[in-house]
């Protein structure tokens, strides 16, 4: 059956840098994009971004250019995001969740990462 | 900076029919927004209804339809249920992997 699986909570002080993995399973990793979607404490949902599983190319929301980063390792079918210059309204669950032309279905359980100093 | 409006609050009896809208700053949604649709309960992940407009996932009950109303996307529930209770999001595309989710409705089933 279809899983992404991510990785744990991370606790960080404001500048640093998280990085969180999401790793699916069940299918081809190839055949489907993976976006990033996040959602503060009480808030709603946030696009982040969208990666090609398949030729690693990336589409960034405006709001996180520059300091946010996706990436994919086909070795081990993992997608990774990284967030860095942390502010402490970057505190919020971080999702990956899967897209095939247009079509959302399966989600990863999300990661808290949560910015205090 | 694109716009993607839903209404923030919306009350229904239980067995009664109520529809969610899902407005572009852009203007008029239409087919090419692909848009989707989500329920998130708290505590819980978002789970995926209904894709590329009217679509329905194999996990998605047949009392949720999608559909596009008056230059908007909507989702609409017939014959609700207490378990329907939750906040739904809606997400369109805009073009050169750009995509903006709603602010989100709460349905409260009252």
């Known amino acids: 059956q279809v899983q992404l699986v991510q990785s744990g909570a991370e606790m960080k002080k404001p500048g640093a840098s998280v990085k969180v993995s999401c790793r699916p399973s069940?299918?081809?990793?190839?055949?489907?994009?993976l976006h990033w979607v996040r959602q503060a404490p009480g808030q709603g949902l946030e696009w982040m971004g969208i990666?090609?599983?398949?030729?690693?190319?990336?589409g960034y929301a405006q709001t996180f250019q520059g300091r946010f980063t996706m990436t994919r390792d086909t070795s081990t079918s993992t997608v990774y995001m990284e967030l860095s210059s942390l502010r402490f309204e970057d505190t919020a669950i971080y999702y990956c969740?899967?897209?095939?032309?247009?079509?959302?279905?399966?989600w990863g359980q999300g990661t808290l990462v949560t910015v205090s100093s | 900076q694109t716009v993607v409006t839903q209404e923030p609050s919306v009350t229904v009896s239980p067995g009664g029919t109520v529809t969610l809208t899902c407005a572009s700053s852009?203007?008029?949604?239409?087919?090419?927004?692909?848009p989707n649709w989500f329920q998130q309960k708290p505590g819980q992940a978002p789970r995926s209804l209904i894709y590329?407009?009217?679509h329905k996932h194999s996990w998605t009950p047949d009392r949720f339809s999608g559909s596009l109303l008056g230059g908007k996307a909507a989702l609409t529930l017939s014959g609700v249920q207490p378990e329907d209770e939750a906040e739904y999001y809606c997400?369109?595309?805009?073009?050169?992997?750009?995509?903006?989710f709603g602010g989100g409705t709460k349905l409260t089933v009252l």
């Open positions: 969740t899967r897209e095939n032309y247009w079509e959302h279905d399966f």
């Open positions: 069940g299918y081809t990793f190839t055949n489907y994009f």
């Open positions: 990666i090609n599983t398949n030729t690693g190319g990336t």
């Open positions: 852009t203007g008029a949604v239409s087919s090419d927004y692909y």
């Open positions: 590329r407009t009217s």
């Open positions: 997400l369109l595309y805009f073009g050169n992997d750009q995509r903006a």
